[in-house]
């Protein structure tokens, strides 16, 4: 029971920066933001989370909206090892499990 | 070092046998997981296991028995197999912090295939 909607694809060009958006509308206020992307045949991996604010770590920028709907990814410079489907999900600290949507297949192209 | 591994990568097996998938993490974690990604890539949790003890139980069928033997191993024994149980099984481990339950990370799959 995703309570996420996200595109089902995207194509990026080798460099550019993506952006992979994200609609929350149903979010608590104690839920986080988190994302994490599956490069083909392998574990999924994890990438961010935020609560409210602008988060930035390594791998990636996580945008929220003021008013918590939506989200946005942002890989500055993708590259081909980019290409995977990218997960957001919403969950309180406390819940142990992860529920995956269908997720974004982000194709980052030549 | 590989965090969390899981053996073996690929599984092939008749239906009917019973088989086992292994898991271990070296990260220290106290939470470990087994999700199922089925044909169509949906990705669902099957089980979890903190410090030892069995806190989540989804809907799969009894043939399917977790083991754990110590908090760094999370088996996965399965009896009986039939065809829809062929899908990929990860691993995944997370640390928890008083009742925070931190990023989860994942092994890299064993693909179990049933003829």
């Known amino acids: 029971d995703a309570k996420t909607t996200q595109p089902p694809s995207m194509d990026c060009a080798e460099g550019r920066a993506a952006n992979l958006p994200c609609n929350h509308s149903?979010?608590?206020?104690?839920?986080?933001v988190y994302w994490y992307r599956q490069i083909h045949s392998q574990g999924p991996q994890y990438i961010i989370h935020g609560l409210k604010n602008n988060e930035t770590n390594e791998m990636a920028s996580l945008i929220i909206t003021e008013d918590r709907k939506s989200s946005t990814l942002i890989l500055p410079h993708a590259t081909l090892r980019d290409t995977a489907v990218y997960y957001c999900i919403v969950r309180v600290r406390s819940a142990r499990q992860l529920t995956f949507g269908s997720g974004t297949q982000l194709t980052v192209l030549p | 070092d590989t965090a969390v591994s899981q053996t073996p990568k690929y599984l092939v097996t008749q239906m009917g046998n019973d088989k086992s998938i292994k898991c271990e993490q070296n990260l220290g974690h106290d939470t470990m997981y087994w999700y199922k990604q089925d044909s169509k890539k949906f990705l669902k949790i099957m089980f979890s296991?903190?410090?030892?003890?069995?806190?989540i139980n989804e809907t799969v069928p009894n043939r399917f028995s977790p083991k754990s033997p110590d908090k760094a191993h999370l088996n996965l024994h399965i009896n009986s197999l039939e065809l829809g149980d062929s899908a990929v099984y990860f691993c995944a481990s997370s640390q928890e912090i008083g009742a925070a339950t931190y990023e989860q990370y994942f092994g890299p799959g064993t693909r179990l295939t049933v003829t």
């Open positions: 296991y903190n410090n030892k003890e069995l806190i």
């Open positions: 149903t979010i608590s206020g104690n839920e986080y």
